[in-house]
């Protein structure tokens, strides 16, 4: 597991350079006191692996800019990829503030040789919501201009790059209008905006938060994050306080039907990540700590835990495992800067 006794971790998302894995985090200082004030002051900040499950903090990958810029209220979710000339992409989410306190988001990249130390791309931000695909903040119809959470992978037939994104539809009720965003570049740095991956559903959310897509046991699998309060009138019916939930599709690109979504987890886990562990070639699901045992705001990214299609739906071996086990005051995480920390961390 992976905590800070100083600040909130909360999304994540991982780069894999055959030796380590790069765990890129979301934080925010705990001295806000309020955790939900955490999304405004987000920062990615970064750590080191060999069997993800120990941690060193290394230095922090990005901040918000100062203003005016696209990212100058917070920076959030994204994903690392490398381009076939050895160049690191981190792709992320810019937050800025509009006119009536509510926020825009647009999606800008920076780059790395070495995965430590980035450089913000001068021609960001690269993809903002609008057209006819997509909902914007003059419709009215949200809190904010949803459109994040970029998830950037090579495409199947070796045509260049898709990324997924977080964003919604131009129509449909309020909490059905969530879809699978969708661009495409043939070089990682000039994207080009689709039609969305997945359509609005009186069974559906109206958000799918950190979208990634996997195959898992021959499966293409879609995974994806929303809770109750975002769900649909028809999802909210069935007494789900929501999650990471799955949908299984036909390829990587979908189509995707979100009818056809399950929980994997309940709101104990977010923001999900799929990951093949090298040491054993297996599957796992790593989520964030989202609500504890007292019900408030947990925090910290939860250790491994194997994935297996079951012919169904995806299904997690042993989650309450991993719950019991970082509950341990046995528990320990690097958490200092360059170095394991000696203090015992538990969640």
Do not use: K
């Given at each position: 597991m992976f905590t800070l006794p100083d600040s909130w971790v909360w999304d994540f998302w991982f780069a894999d350079d055959g030796e380590q894995y790069h765990l890129f985090f979301?934080?925010?200082?705990?001295?806000?006191?309020?955790?939900?004030?955490?999304?405004?002051?987000a920062s990615?900040?970064?750590?080191?692996?060999?069997?993800?499950?120990?941690?060193?903090?290394?230095?922090?990958?990005?901040?918000?800019a100062d203003p005016p810029a696209?990212?100058?209220?917070?920076?959030?979710?994204?994903?690392?990829?490398?381009?076939?000339?050895?160049?690191?992409?981190?792709?992320?989410?810019?937050?800025?503030?509009a006119t009536d306190g509510k926020n825009i988001q647009r999606i800008g990249y920076a780059t790395s040789a070495d995965l430590i130390t980035w450089h913000k791309a001068g021609d960001n931000p690269v993809l903002g919501a609008g057209g006819?695909?997509?909902?914007?903040?003059?419709?009215?119809?949200?809190?904010d201009e949803a459109f994040r959470d970029p998830w950037v992978f090579a495409d199947p037939g070796g045509d260049g790059w898709h990324m997924l994104i977080t964003a919604r539809a131009p129509h449909g009720a309020a909490f059905e209008r969530g879809v699978v965003g969708h661009a495409v570049s043939a070089d990682l740095r000039h994207w080009e905006l689709r039609p969305p991956l997945s359509a609005p559903s009186s069974h559906g959310f109206g958000q799918l938060e950190v979208t990634q897509t996997e195959i898992v046991d021959g499966r293409p699998v879609l995974v994806f994050s929303c809770l109750a309060e975002?769900?649909?009138?028809?999802r909210?019916?069935?007494?789900?306080?929501?999650?990471?939930?799955?949908?299984?599709?036909?390829?990587?690109?979908?189509?995707?039907?979100?009818?056809?979504a399950e929980q994997v987890t309940d709101d104990r886990f977010y923001s999900g990540k799929l990951l093949r562990r090298r040491s054993d070639d297996r599957w796992v699901l790593m989520g964030f700590h989202h609500t504890g045992p007292d019900g408030g705001f947990a925090g910290g990214v939860s250790d491994?835990?194997?994935?297996?299609?079951?012919?169904?739906?995806?299904?997690?071996?042993?989650?309450?495992?991993?719950?019991?086990?970082?509950?341990s005051p046995k528990l320990s995480a690097s958490l200092e800067q360059g170095g394991p920390s000696s203090a015992p961390v538990a969640l």
């Open positions: 979301l934080y925010a200082s705990r001295a806000l006191h309020d955790p939900d004030a955490r999304h405004y002051r990615i900040g970064h750590a080191v692996s060999t069997d993800l499950e120990h941690w060193t903090r290394v230095p922090d990958a990005l901040v918000r696209f990212d100058d209220l917070a920076t959030w979710t994204g994903s690392v990829v490398r381009h076939p000339d050895g160049t690191w992409f981190l792709f992320y989410t810019g937050s800025t503030r006819t695909w997509y909902e914007t903040l003059t419709d009215g119809q949200w809190h975002h769900a649909s009138e028809s909210r019916a069935t007494g789900t306080r929501g999650g990471i939930w799955a949908a299984p599709a036909d390829s990587l690109l979908g189509p995707f039907d979100i009818d056809t491994p835990m194997p994935v297996r299609w079951d012919g169904r739906r995806l299904s997690v071996e042993a989650p309450h495992a991993v719950l019991d086990a970082e509950s």
